[in-house]
């Protein structure tokens, strides 16, 4: 068993994923890179390694199931636990997506990514994320997935394009989490979700204003709250998301 804190992190080859490893990393933690491309994954594990982070590739594609057995066993074999899952990957499924025009598969692939995806790792880490003593769960949401938000005027750096595959596959995986907040209710896992704001990345052909590292500094902090914190909210930098 470590005694380091130990993370998983998926999509974390890139973007705001790679910059919540290392933030994580920096903090002396041991961190799985979960991600499915081997190449990328291979070298955001030996970049941060050279950052002086405990990192360790873990492949991982959220919509396979055997991918993810083989990932909860990998932690299983290196750890014994799992302290932290920070669920991350997600896709657009490509724009333009006006619901009028949009091709139901477009839907269906977005959320089994974004949804499905999220409940599926989550399932399979929880055997794992029992065994620690301060369990963590992270849902990376966004704004966007804000009904409060979408239903009020701006533009499409305050409120997103119009999406009708990724902004509600986002209010999808808020609702979700809340459930899972309820069926552990009672239990030591915190399970909270974080906007990371409209970062600059290849998901918005870097239209964002914010870095990546900015954008993770909101998982970050949910990661380690104290075992008092909060459960079953929504944040983002500057407070609490309206749902």
């Known amino acids: 068993m470590s005694e380091r804190t130990i993370a998983l992190v998926t999509g974390a080859n890139k973007g705001i994923g790679y910059e919540i490893a290392a933030g994580l990393g920096a903090l002396g933690w041991s961190v799985g890179v979960g991600a499915r491309d081997d190449r990328r994954r291979l070298a955001a594990v030996e970049k941060l390694r050279a950052a002086g982070v405990d990192a360790f590739g873990v492949p991982l594609d959220v919509t396979d199931d055997a991918s993810v057995t083989a990932a909860v066993q990998l932690i299983e074999d290196r750890a014994g636990r799992l302290d932290v899952l920070v669920n991350n990957a997600a896709i657009t499924g490509g724009m333009p997506q006006e619901p009028t025009r949009v091709d139901p598969?477009?839907?269906?692939?977005?959320?089994?990514?974004?949804?499905?995806?999220?409940?599926?790792?989550?399932?399979?880490?929880?055997?794992?994320?029992?065994?620690?003593?301060?369990?963590?769960?992270?849902?990376?949401?966004?704004?966007?997935?804000?009904?409060?938000?979408?239903?009020?005027?701006?533009?499409?750096?305050?409120?997103?394009?119009?999406?009708?595959?990724?902004?509600?596959?986002?209010?999808?995986?808020?609702?979700?989490?809340?459930?899972?907040?309820?069926?552990?209710?009672?239990?030591?896992?915190?399970?909270?979700?974080?906007?990371?704001?409209?970062?600059?990345?290849?998901l918005n052909g870097f239209r964002g204003v914010r870095t990546p590292e900015q954008g993770a500094a909101i998982a970050v902090k949910l990661a380690t709250l104290p075992d008092d914190g909060p459960t079953g909210q929504f944040f983002e930098d500057a407070g609490p998301v309206p749902w």
């Open 105 to 202: 598969a477009t839907i269906r692939t977005v959320v089994e990514t974004n949804v499905i995806g999220v409940i599926r790792v989550t399932n399979a880490m929880l055997p794992l994320l029992r065994r620690s003593a301060s369990p963590r769960i992270v849902n990376m949401s966004s704004s966007v997935g804000s009904l409060t938000r979408q239903s009020a005027t701006g533009g499409e750096q305050s409120i997103g394009p119009v999406a009708v595959a990724y902004a509600p596959s986002k209010t999808f995986l808020n609702a979700v989490t809340l459930q899972y907040v309820r069926e552990l209710s009672g239990t030591n896992i915190l399970i909270n979700v974080g906007c990371p704001g409209y970062v600059a990345t290849d």
